[in-house]
């Protein structure tokens, strides 16, 4: 293991001895499937547990900790067993504790309506009329937008920053190709986005009511949940959570690459979804309206591995990956989707 690894575990088990947990029998095994943090799956024998180091760095000063933290709180007092229990956490270190999670991934295949059926129903189950008063201390979501405009600004931003990508070898020959095909694309899906928009008279620059937002767990899919042996569905990673759009909530949902969520069941999912607002239908129609401006934010998402931060934060989680294998497959994803916005 790496030197960040023994001292990130020399402090959990700190952590745990002052928890008055038993470290006598202490193994620890790393997790190499998050993206963003230090994850290790933490055997005391007696008890399985979770240990999460968050990323921190001068350019993302996000605190994952704290919204992961407190969102799973929230929805623990709402009497949920969807989510992880927390054991502990150091903030200064950004570490976090959970209960370890018996299950598995879906496999890309493998979604099935009751499984968008169980996500939808946990999304309702958080999102009652007690979300303004328990979920009052909760943080905005990340990336969250308010209004038309926040949307459209946010993808441009990304655009801008996948722009700087030096073409220095094949692959980012590559990534510098496919963002210009995204660039071109974008123009024509903006221009949809603003007559659409004009059409149903929803103001560009128009913030959406609080009653209409939500508590998002942001990230939202099947790639951050788990599958027990019972078939009970477990959501994980909220460290991008809080009070967002839900056009952008059910945007993330279907798409997420790692886990896809067939498309065959996105009206559905609005009908169910939905229902948590007083303007139901206004919602289901915003959602359809931003649907292609979230897929060129999610293509952006999968070249962030030619940006130097985020290329910091996959070493940070992983300092075993295989890079340019990583790049090879985020730059077939990212084709795939411009293909689907092509049709």
């Known amino acids: 293991m790496s030197k960040l690894s023994d001292e990130f575990l020399d402090i959990v088990k700190q952590m745990l001895v002052a928890e008055n947990m038993d470290v006598s029998g202490f193994a620890a095994n ?57 054991i502990t956490c150091d903030e200064a270190q950004g570490i976090g504790l959970y209960e370890f999670i018996d299950g598995r991934k879906l496999a890309r295949d493998e979604v099935k309506l009751s499984h968008v059926e169980a996500a939808a129903r946990f999304f309702l189950a958080l999102n009652g009329a007690q979300r303004f008063e328990g979920g009052k201390n909760l943080p905005v979501a990340s990336e969250a937008c308010f209004s038309f405009a926040a949307h459209i600004d946010l993808i441009e931003r990304r655009l801008a920053r996948l722009q700087t990508i030096n073409a220095t070898d094949d692959l980012s020959h590559e990534a510098v190709t496919l963002t210009a095909d995204l660039i071109s694309r974008w123009h024509e899906i903006r221009a949809a986005i603003e007559q659409q928009a004009g059409r149903l008279q929803f103001g560009l620059h128009d913030e959406l009511p609080k009653s209409n937002r939500c508590l998002s767990p942001s990230d939202f899919g099947f790639h951050n949940a788990l599958v027990k042996s019972d078939g009970q569905v477990i959501f994980i990673d909220f460290e991008y959570s809080g009070w967002d759009d839900p056009a952008k909530m059910a945007a993330d949902f279907f798409c997420q690459p790692q886990v896809p969520v067939p498309m065959e069941h996105f009206e559905l999912f609005l009908d169910q979804t939905m229902a948590f607002s007083p303007a139901a239908d206004e919602m289901k129609e915003r959602s359809r309206i931003l649907l292609p401006a979230q897929k060129v934010k999610w293509a952006c998402i999968m070249l962030n591995d030619f940006l130097p931060d985020a290329a910091r934060r996959r070493q940070f989680a992983n300092p075993l990956a295989d890079v340019m294998a990583r790049k090879r497959s985020q730059l077939d994803k990212t084709a795939a989707a411009l293909r689907s916005l092509n049709l």
């Open 30 to 86: 790393a997790c190499r499937e998050g993206g963003n943090n230090l994850v290790f799956d933490i055997d005391l024998q007696t008890r399985h547990l979770l240990a999460k180091k968050y990323y921190r760095s001068p350019q993302d000063a996000r605190d994952r900790l704290g919204a992961e933290w407190t969102f799973i709180a929230y929805a623990r007092a709402l009497g949920l067993n969807d989510v992880p229990a927390t």
